[in-house]
């Protein structure tokens, strides 16, 4: 009841408008048919890391055979690549929330064929890089999905306790080193089902070491949701 009058408020504030070229958007989407006709699907994909493959039969790319990650799955909505890039540099920087609304949106669509999760787990921010920026972009991304979706978004129970060096320049291999210790969870977690929700992801190593952390907690299910899927480099 309570999302029904929150969403009924907001339409009325905020009628859906295309982000992209300011037409009216389609249902509920702030996004017009033909923008999103437009944007960069992902292709065939590996089905636990989306790492880009050639042939989708369902396959498991030969890093996560050498190396399981983590996380048992991704859901990812786009490549990395306009103008999808624009829309998540835009939240993250100019603090563009209503590009959160879009990809939470689609972010609930997209995850309507998986199994369900218990919990949203947005990627926390460092409190320092979060003081700075004023707002996390994941949490605002997972709060759309979250209640659309009526799954709720576990903030106090995940934090990132180490800052980490910029991941950009670095290999797979270094990122992982790079990242390994950064997130301390709490609690119990036994036989929790998690989706971990983040903007970009690039080799995984971010939600990989959050996935252990959860797991050693007693998640049961830990599955990735991202809104673009970035080339690996090298
Ligand atoms: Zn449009
Ligand atoms: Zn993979």
């Given at each position: 009841m309570v999302n029904n009058w929150w969403n009924f408020i907001q339409f009325r504030l905020?009628?859906?408008?295309?982000?992209?070229?300011?037409r009216p958007g389609t249902g509920e989407l702030d996004l017009c048919a033909g923008c999103r006709a437009e944007l960069p699907r992902p292709g065939p994909a590996c089905r636990r890391c989306a790492e880009p493959l050639a042939?989708?039969?369902g396959w498991v790319c030969g890093r996560c055979q050498r190396r399981p990650p983590a996380f048992d799955r991704t859901l990812t909505l786009?490549?990395?690549?306009a103008p999808v890039d624009r829309l998540i540099l835009d939240l993250k920087h100019h603090r563009r929330l209503a590009n959160a609304r879009l990809l939470g949106r689609l972010l609930h669509m997209a995850a309507a064929d998986w199994p369900a999760c218990d919990l949203l787990v947005p990627v926390p921010l460092h409190p320092r890089r979060q003081w700075r920026r004023g707002f996390n972009q994941s949490l605002e991304i997972a709060r759309f999905a979250g209640s659309a979706l009526g799954v709720p978004i576990d903030t106090r129970r995940c934090r990132r306790v180490r800052r980490t060096a910029?991941?950009?320049?670095?290999?797979a291999a270094a990122r992982r080193d790079n990242m390994r210790g950064a997130f301390t969870v709490t609690g119990d977690w036994t036989g929790q089902h998690v989706a971990i929700i983040d903007d970009v992801m690039t080799t995984g190593a971010t939600a990989g070491e959050l996935a252990r952390a959860l797991k050693a907690r007693g998640a049961a299910e830990v599955q990735v949701w991202v809104c673009a899927r970035a080339g690996i480099p090298g």
């Open positions: 905020f009628p859906p408008t295309c982000i992209l070229c300011h042939s989708d039969a786009f490549r990395y690549a910029a991941q950009a320049e670095l290999s």
